[in-house]
C-alpha cells in the first residue's frame, strides 16, 4: 500500500473514486482504511475493507476472501505486512469464496479467520469466535455487534478510529453506484421476527460513527450528527 498525500485522500473521498478504481486492488479512502472492490452483483459489486495499524506492519481484512482479491492479498504479504486477521461479517460473504478457509488463512500468511459463532459456514477450518474476547479487536481498536442475520450470525464492525468507522457487512445496503443518492437500507430477511430484531439492533446502535462502509453499495463519508441519526432512525423503522 503506497502511501498518497492528503489531497489524493481528500479525492478518494467519493464514489466516483471507488467506481473508476480498478477491481481487485486496494483504494485507499482515509488514513489506513481501503477498500478493495470484489465480483459484480446486481447491484454494483461486493466491497472488502482494510485497516491498516498505527505501526503500519499490521493488516485487519474485513470480508477480503474472493478470486478477485487473492493477487492484492498475496502482494501484502510479499510487501512485509502481517494479516493479523480476515473477519467475515456474515456466512454469505463465504459463498463467494475463491477457496475453502485453510487455503484462504494459508495466502494470507496464516492469518486467523474470524466470523460469529452462530454462522451457517459449513468448512473444516476452525474459525476463531469474533464476538469473543479476541487479541485482534483489542489491537485495532474495534468493537463488535451482534445482530441476527440470515442464515446464522452477522456483525457490525466499529472502530473508533478516524472519528469513528462502521462496517455494516450486509447488515445496511448503501445506494448503488449508478445512482445520485446516498442512502442507507435494511437488507430482506428470511423472517418477520429477523426483521423486527435487525431493525431493533439498529435503533438501539448508540456509537458515533463519521464513515460508513457497507458489503454492497456506496459508502458514506465524513457524516454530521445529523446525518448519522437519519440513517440510524431509516434502518430503525419498520414499514406498516
Known amino acids: 500500500m503506497k502511501t498518497v498525500d492528503k489531497m489524493e485522500i481528500l479525492h478518494s473521498q467519493t464514489a466516483e473514486f471507488i467506481l473508476q478504481g480498478e477491481t481487485g486492488k486496494f483504494l485507499k479512502l482515509i488514513p489506513d482504511t481501503f477498500i478493495i472492490k470484489g465480483s459484480e452483483q446486481e447491484n454494483g459489486f461486493n466491497q472488502g475493507y482494510a485497516i491498516r495499524h498505527i505501526n503500519r506492519k499490521d493488516i485487519l481484512l474485513i470480508d477480503v476472501v474472493e478470486k478477485e482479491t487473492l493477487k492484492a492479498v498475496k502482494q501484502l504479504v510479499t510487501d512485509g505486512y502481517t494479516i493479523k486477521g480476515i473477519i467475515l461479517s ?9 477457496a475453502d478457509l485453510k487455503t484462504i488463512s494459508e495466502d494470507a ?25 479476541q487479541e485482534v479487536t483489542k489491537h485495532f481498536g474495534l468493537k463488535i455487534y451482534d445482530l441476527p442475520g440470515n442464515g446464522g450470525g452477522s456483525i457490525l464492525i466499529y472502530s473508533d478510529i478516524n472519528d469513528g468507522m462502521l462496517f455494516t457487512g450486509e447488515d445496511a445496503i448503501g445506494s448503488s453506484y449508478s445512482t445520485e443518492e ?22 438501539a446502535f448508540e456509537e458515533s460513527f463519521s464513515y460508513l462502509f457497507p458489503l454492497h453499495g456506496k ?19 419498520i414499514q406498516s
Open 90 to 98: 456474515n456466512s454469505s460473504v463465504y459463498k463467494n469464496a475463491y
Open 109 to 133: 500468511g496464516g492469518a486467523p479467520i474470524f466470523a460469529h459463532p452462530r454462522n451457517s459456514i459449513k468448512d473444516d477450518y476452525n474459525l476463531k469466535d469474533i464476538t469473543g474476547k
Open 182 to 203: 446516498n442512502n442507507f437500507s435494511r437488507p430482506t430477511m428470511d423472517s418477520k421476527n429477523s426483521e423486527f430484531g435487525l431493525a431493533e439492533s439498529w435503533g
Open 219 to 237: 459508502p458514506a463519508f465524513n457524516l454530521e450528527d445529523g446525518e448519522q441519526t437519519d440513517i440510524l432512525n431509516k434502518l430503525s423503522r
